[in-house]
């Protein structure tokens, strides 16, 4: 079972060495009460992924891609190829314009609120991971409507709820709660809680939620193997298909990430732009939505970095995702600091979020029991600077942009 | 100038002397008014989704209550969804106007003629003034007239790409077969696509991503009220003929038939 992938050095613990020596599922074989879909999605997004050589690109090829109204997949992975980056200006300018078009100067505001920290996956990079002695806590619903109310008392209208994945401490239904209070206070709910089947999904959305993001991590099935030594979370392919589960069970719109430094993250940033784009041609009406998250420090590992994906690098995956899918929403999250933040939402980003805790409790002061946090932010701004932030760079903070019906 | 004076816009009875309806997305809320003024529009729209009553940024806030607000159904993927939105919107306040945009589809946002007829026949029977937005078709265009539209709102281009009249023709026939205000909307980038819209006998133009990207807001908006008044005096004026193949001929063929 186990491969020889190289891993992140920064990762690697001593304690993590050893439990990779150790004997794990088959992380290609779904577990019982696991949908399948009849779906060839994700088999495509691996194909496609398997043949991109981004060494063949040239100068040239990125110019022509630039020049393209219509973008292609090749033009996709042209813009993020090594031959991109001495042209990232002229990228930029034309990500801008698409963005511009697109969004005019809207930037949407949010912030997630982590309900639960309990996880049963053993995600060796992550700070939720089981193994890792942290602080859990799970609020109850009086103490989530307390946070609830502290955020929209700072002018949100937007929030993402977030869970560590455990499906027998946060289940469906405790989730489907946390909707229902949402609402109340809300008018956009999204989602970044564990892979669930459709029906799941479905209830989910009935409880008021519209925006499912799921974070494939990495689209290189071999290295997630080693990176994901347990729990649900290991089953790749039940990942790999959870957006289109997700909007068959009537969700609005689904968000896609690759967590960027785990493995190539060219592959990576094209195997994620690959989904999105196959996903919206099999369901047109879905709206798109990219995370760009880089790899964080957490508690008990303060070493982990992103390896080579530089404030460059990063750019240059946020721009080639604008220019493949110019209507598509793109996060920049508290993960990177207030400078890179500004100056991506300028170019190409459309949804910051802010007043931002990953930890358990953390915005409201009457709630003492708190949990430890998933990473270290790199913004600590609250609301209202960013609001201020946002209109001093000309741009229009936006509040709400769906209306649940 | 009485001509253009007496020249009235009427949409399902209410009357407008503005043939410019001013979006007020995709750029600064404190820019709206001012955009408003120098548009000289007396009716602008807004989506309905951005509206965020008694919060932050509520674009509700900063449109003047001097114009007609023209709530869109933005965001609605089929008919039951857009009428939901715009009873929604009349429940706020914003008035019977309503624009239906049934999108579909996120990557072109192409709106679907099919959903639309029917969210427009719903509507309309509850006494809204209903506004569809549409690709322009003519057997579609019919269907809205029986579904009891107020007007028509065919796509010049697909929204946002400032690429002009790319439907021009088809426009034209609807501008022609239909007895409705036919209203371009959409796609429509410069003044001079404006201008050119109201030659050839548009009842109005919408526009918004054009103005929102330009360098200058009002001045932007201004130069579109300037082309559409131009466009619409040259089409009341009767445009002089253009011969599209050959010459006219000094020597009619038809002479004969005097000597």
């Known amino acids: 079972m186990q491969q020889n992938e190289p891993i992140n050095e920064s990762i690697l613990s001593d304690a993590v060495r050893q439990d990779l020596k150790k004997e ?3 992380h290609m074989t779904y577990l019982p009460g696991m949908e399948v879909l009849d779906s060839d999605i994700g088999q495509q997004v691996l194909t496609r992924t398997s043949s991109y050589n981004y060494h063949c690109y040239t ?5 022509r891609a630039l020049s393209h109204e219509n973008r292609t ?38 912030t997630p609120l982590y309900i639960a920290n309990y996880c049963e996956n053993y995600c060796i990079y992550c700070g939720f991971n089981c193994h890792n002695k942290i602080h859990r806590a799970q609020l109850n619903a009086e103490q989530i409507e307390k946070e609830m109310e502290a955020i929209a008392s700072t002018g949100l209208q937007e929030i993402l709820i977030l869970t560590g994945e455990s499906r027998s401490k946060s289940t469906v239904a405790y989730i489907g709660e946390a909707c ?14 564990y892979p669930m089947n459709s029906n799941e999904y479905a209830y989910l959305h009935e409880c008021g939620a519209d925006y499912v993001t799921v974070f494939q991590e990495t689209y290189n099935s071999h290295k997630y193997e080693t990176l994901h030594l347990q729990g649900h979370k290991r089953i790749f392919p039940y990942r790999l298909n959870a957006q289109e589960r997700a909007l068959k069970g009537g969700m609005r719109g689904v968000g896609f990430g690759a967590l960027l ?7 990576d940033a094209f195997a994620t732009g690959c989904h999105a784009w196959l996903l919206q041609r099999k369901y047109p009406h879905a709206e798109i939505a990219f995370s760009c998250p880089r790899l964080r420090p957490i508690i008990n590992n303060d070493k982990i970095n992103p390896m080579d994906v530089h404030e460059p690098q990063l750019l240059q995956v946020v721009m080639a995702y604008r220019l493949l899918m110019p209507f598509a929403s793109i996060t920049v999250s508290t993960r990177e600091c ?14 910051i979020s802010a007043g931002v805790s990953t930890g358990i409790g953390g915005h409201s002061d009457e709630i003492s029991e708190k949990g430890d946090d998933q990473f270290e932010i790199s913004d600590e701004r609250s609301v209202g600077q960013v609001f201020h932030d946002l209109q001093a760079h000309g741009l229009q903070p936006v509040m709400n942009d769906y209306v649940y019906v | 100038m009485n001509m253009l004076q ?32 120098k548009a000289g529009a007396q009716m ?26 023209l709530p869109n159904t933005s965001g609605a993927r089929n008919a039951d969804e857009a009428i939901r939105i715009a009873r929604l919107a009349r429940e706020l306040g914003c008035g019977d106007f309503i624009k239906i945009e049934v999108i579909h589809d996120s990557k072109y946002l192409l709106p679907d003629n099919y959903e639309t007829i029917k969210a427009t026949e719903v509507l309309a029977k509850e006494g809204f003034v209903v506004m569809p937005y549409m690709y322009p078709d003519l057997n579609a265009a019919r269907d809205f007239v029986q579904a009891g539209a107020a007007c028509i709102m065919p796509l010049g281009a697909p929204i946002g790409t400032n690429k002009g009249l790319c439907t021009k023709d088809f426009i034209q026939i609807l501008i022609d077969e239909i007895d409705l205000p036919i209203i371009v909307d959409a796609g429509i980038g410069r003044p001079s696509q404006a201008c050119e819209a109201m030659e050839m006998g548009a009842a109005a133009v919408m526009a918004n991503t054009a103005i929102a990207t330009a360098g200058d807001i009002p001045t932007m908006a201004a130069a579109f009220r300037q082309a559409i008044e131009a466009g619409r005096k040259a089409y009341l004026s009767g445009l002089g003929r253009t011969l599209e193949k050959g010459a006219s001929a000094s020597s009619p063929l038809t002479g004969f038939l005097r000597e």
């Open chain 1, 24 to 26: 794990r599922i088959d």
């Open chain 1, 59 to 63: 100068e040239a090829d990125v110019r």
């Open chain 1, 73 to 110: 997949l090749d033009d996709f992975g042209a813009l993020l190829s090594p031959a991109a980056l001495p042209l990232l200006e002229e990228i930029a300018q034309a990500a801008r314009r698409e963005t511009r078009k697109h969004f005019g100067n809207s930037v949407c505001m949010f």
């Open chain 1, 180 to 193: 229902k209070i949402a609402r109340k206070y809300f008018k956009v709910i999204g989602l970044e809680v």
């Open chain 1, 261 to 267: 430094g785990l493995d190539d993250f060219r592959k």
């Open chain 1, 338 to 351: 207030a400078r890179v933040r500004d100056n991506l939402v300028s170019i190409a980003a459309t949804k």
């Open chain 2, 6 to 37: 007496d020249d009235r816009l009427t949409i399902g009875g209410h009357s407008f002397t503005s043939r410019f309806i001013l979006g007020s997305g995709k750029y600064s809320l404190e820019l709206i008014q001012a955009a408003i003024e």
């Open chain 2, 44 to 69: 602008v729209t807004l989506a309905l989704r951005r509206a965020n009553e008694g919060g932050l940024a509520n674009i509700l806030d900063y449109i003047p209550k001097s114009v007609t607000l």
